[in-house]
């Protein structure tokens, strides 16, 4: 698996939360020089690509082009199995990559329900899903400790990918001698 930062991770997290798998905004604490070192790195692997940016429909821009159209970053398919994430073929964002015509309109258009994704076994998102259905859960502290993330990239981890994404009901109690603990009940 790819070894990522904790904000390169936390801006494909974001993108794989869009259904149209746009990454923009970035984080707020990412500015400038730091913001295009990060976004071209990512640009860089493949994990992210440039694309016309929808405006009519408000949609974020990352760079303008300087002929009036605006940039914006998606998030391909490589950049979502790089956080563990395999997209199925029927659900995969088309290409947008910059083109002379601008992306279409689809203001009109009705979108189908996203399809559910399951992440592939072996990744730090399936070692999180085996912790929490566990029969004893795990706390913040434990899962920090065997998957080298930060108390924030886990509780990211848990409220974006696996509830919203992966549509998980994770419960959480209070236990004597261990304190908070997490688990998936099915």
Same mark, same amino acid.
């Given at each position: 698996?790819?070894?990522?930062?904790? =904000?390169?991770?936390?801006?494909?997290?974001?993108?794989?939360? $869009?259904?149209?798998?746009?990454?923009?905004?970035?984080?707020? !604490?990412?500015? *400038?020089? #730091?913001?295009?070192?990060?976004?071209?790195?990512?640009?860089?692997?493949?994990?992210?690509?440039?694309?016309?940016?929808?405006?009519?429909? &408000?949609?974020?821009?990352? /760079?303008?082009?300087?002929? *009036?159209?605006?940039? %914006?970053?998606?998030?391909?398919?490589?950049?979502?199995?790089?956080?563990?994430?395999?997209?199925?073929?029927? $659900? #995969?964002?088309?290409?947008?990559? @910059?083109?002379?015509?601008?992306?279409?309109? %689809? !203001?009109?258009?009705?979108?189908?329900?996203?399809?559910?994704? %399951?992440? /592939?076994?072996? =990744?730090?998102?399936?070692?999180?899903?085996?912790?929490?259905?566990?029969?004893? &859960?795990?706390?913040?502290?434990?899962?920090?400790?065997? @998957?080298?993330?930060?108390?924030? =990239?886990?509780?990211? #981890?848990? !409220?974006?990918?696996?509830?919203?994404?992966?549509?998980?009901?994770?419960? !959480?109690?209070?236990?004597? *001698?261990?304190?908070?603990?997490?688990?998936?009940?099915?």
């Amino acid at each position: 698996m790819t070894k990522l930062s904790d =904000t390169q991770t936390i801006i494909l997290s974001r993108a794989a939360q $869009n259904e149209d798998r746009i990454s923009l905004p970035l984080p707020d !604490s990412l500015r *400038g020089g #730091a913001a295009a070192k990060v976004v071209n790195a990512l640009l860089a692997k493949g994990f992210l690509e440039e694309a016309d940016a929808d405006m009519r429909n &408000g949609e974020p821009v990352w /760079r303008e082009t300087g002929d *009036g159209h605006g940039v %914006t970053l998606v998030a391909t398919n490589a950049g979502l199995a790089a956080i563990g994430i395999e997209p199925e073929e029927a $659900n #995969a964002a088309p290409s947008r990559a @910059l083109t002379e015509e601008p992306a279409p309109d %689809t !203001s009109t258009e009705t979108k189908a329900a996203p399809k559910a994704r %399951t992440p /592939r076994e072996g =990744t730090k998102q399936a070692t999180l899903i085996a912790m929490l259905r566990a029969p004893d &859960g795990a706390t913040i502290d434990e899962i920090v400790a065997a @998957l080298e993330w930060q108390q924030h =990239t886990a509780r990211g #981890a848990m !409220s974006g990918a696996l509830k919203k994404k992966l549509g998980l009901t994770i419960t !959480s109690e209070v236990v004597d *001698g261990r304190g908070r603990v997490y688990a998936i009940r099915d």
